[in-house]
Every structure is written in structure tokens, then in C-alpha cells.
């Protein structure tokens, strides 16, 4: 079946660029997601890139997809307080089955 | 405010009973979903209504069971609760069925003691 794979915790210093890194098995997706959970908080969908482009920038947030590698970073510079949160990848696979959610990220940002 | 709603927020019963879960997808939206997540299973994907139909199911038990409405609000029954039925249950929207982004509601956290 589809897995997402991701390492569990990054820290980083304020201010600093944090980068996220994800895997994953089912290249039939059409978009590939990135979602932000904080504490006590529902999913919040934070960005998505289109299966057929390797970056997209929106504001702080860089994305960039390797599909040879089925690789997938979400990159937010100048990182700050705000941002400690979960952050998971998500893979729809062919859209039939819903999420397929990594085990999520939980940045920390230090001072 | 991704703008679908669920109640409760919490959930406390005891084991061998039965709850239902609610969710108000966003105005517009046909499909909605349903996601459990715990700390051992991480997120899973239990079910996917579509203006009134099954169209998917993922790793729901059968002592769960879901429904969309013709208003399109839908509900998650979970019955002979189990302690590890402990978790957060979530509610996603989108506006098609398929690759769709969802928008997910804030959750009902469901303690089974």
C-alpha cells in the first residue's frame, strides 16, 4: 500500500530556515500536500504543489517535489515562533482512498 | 477557520457504549471524510461520503459506521467502544470527489475509560 515517510522532530534556531523532508510510494498522485497541526488544533492545510512542478513559493514557504526520487520538502525561511507546530505530508495517491499521512514533523524552534 | 464544524469538541464515555460524531462540511462542499488519529496509528483515513454516497473506505472497523445527510452533514457512530478507540476523530471537506484539497474541522476528541 502507499506510505509517507518522515522524520519525527527538527529543531531550529529562530530565524533560521527549516526544511522538512518527506517520502513517499504512490507516484499516480495529481497534487501532494502539506498540512500544520498545533497543539490542541484541528489540520491546517498550509500548501500544495501540482505533480508536474518541482517548486512552488508562497511567501515563507518553498516547496519542492524530486518525483524520480518521490521526494518532497516544504522549506520555511526565517523561521519563528509561531511556526512550532506538526508538520505533516500528505499523499492522496490516485484521490480514491482518501490521506495518506506521514507521521508528521514536530519543529522546534529554539531561541 | 477552515469552516467545517464538528461536535462535540470532547467526548467522554465508558467502554461497551455507543457515540456519534457530528460534521458540517464548508458550504459548497460534497464530499466529506473521516480521520482518526491516535499516537500509536498516527492519522488514518476511516470513510468518504459523497453528496449521500459511499466512496471510500479505509481502515474503519465494523463497530463504526458513517452517513452523509441530503443536507450533507454527516456522522461518525462509533459503537462497543474500546479504550483503544481513545483518539482524535476528524472531519475533512472537499469540493469533488478525488484530488481535491480537504479542509479539515477542528476535531472531536473521544475518550473511551
Known amino acids: 500500500g502507499e506510505d509517507v515517510e518522515q522524520s519525527l522532530f527538527l529543531s531550529v534556531r529562530e530565524g533560521d530556515s527549516s526544511v522538512i523532508n518527506c517520502t513517499y510510494t504512490?507516484?499516480?498522485?495529481?497534487?501532494l500536500y502539506w498540512y500544520k497541526q498545533e497543539p490542541g488544533a484541528g489540520l491546517q492545510l498550509l500548501t500544495y504543489?501540482?505533480?508536474?512542478?518541482d517548486m512552488k513559493q508562497d511567501q515563507r514557504l518553498t516547496v519542492l517535489l524530486n518525483k524520480k526520487d518521490k521526494h518532497l520538502s516544504l522549506r520555511i525561511a526565517d523561521t519563528q515562533t509561531g511556526d512550532s507546530a506538526i508538520y505533516f505530508c500528505?499523499?492522496?495517491?490516485?484521490?480514491?482512498?482518501?490521506?495518506?499521512f506521514g507521521k508528521g514533523t514536530h519543529l522546534i524552534i529554539q531561541p | 477557520d477552515s469552516g467545517v464544524t464538528q461536535t462535540p469538541k470532547h467526548l467522554i464515555t465508558a467502554t461497551g457504549q455507543r457515540v456519534t460524531l457530528r460534521c458540517s462540511p464548508r458550504?459548497?462542499?460534497?464530499?466529506v471524510y473521516w480521520y482518526q488519529q491516535s499516537l500509536d496509528q498516527g492519522l488514518q483515513f476511516l470513510i468518504q461520503?459523497?453528496?449521500?454516497?459511499?466512496?471510500a473506505k479505509g481502515n474503519i472497523l465494523e463497530r463504526f459506521s458513517a452517513q452523509q445527510f441530503p443536507d450533507l452533514h454527516s456522522e461518525l457512530n462509533l459503537s462497543s467502544l474500546e479504550l483503544g478507540d481513545s483518539a482524535l476523530y476528524f472531519c475533512?471537506?472537499?469540493?469533488?470527489?478525488?484530488?481535491?484539497?480537504?479542509?479539515f474541522g477542528p476535531g472531536t476528541r473521544l475518550t473511551v475509560t
Open positions: 504543489i501540482f505533480s508536474n512542478m
Open positions: 500528505a499523499d492522496p495517491g490516485g484521490g480514491a482512498d482518501g490521506l495518506t
Open positions: 504512490d507516484s499516480s498522485s495529481t497534487y
Open positions: 461520503y459523497y453528496n449521500g454516497e459511499e466512496r
Open positions: 475533512a471537506s472537499s469540493v469533488g470527489d478525488g484530488d481535491y484539497e480537504q479542509y
Open positions: 458550504s459548497g462542499d460534497l464530499s
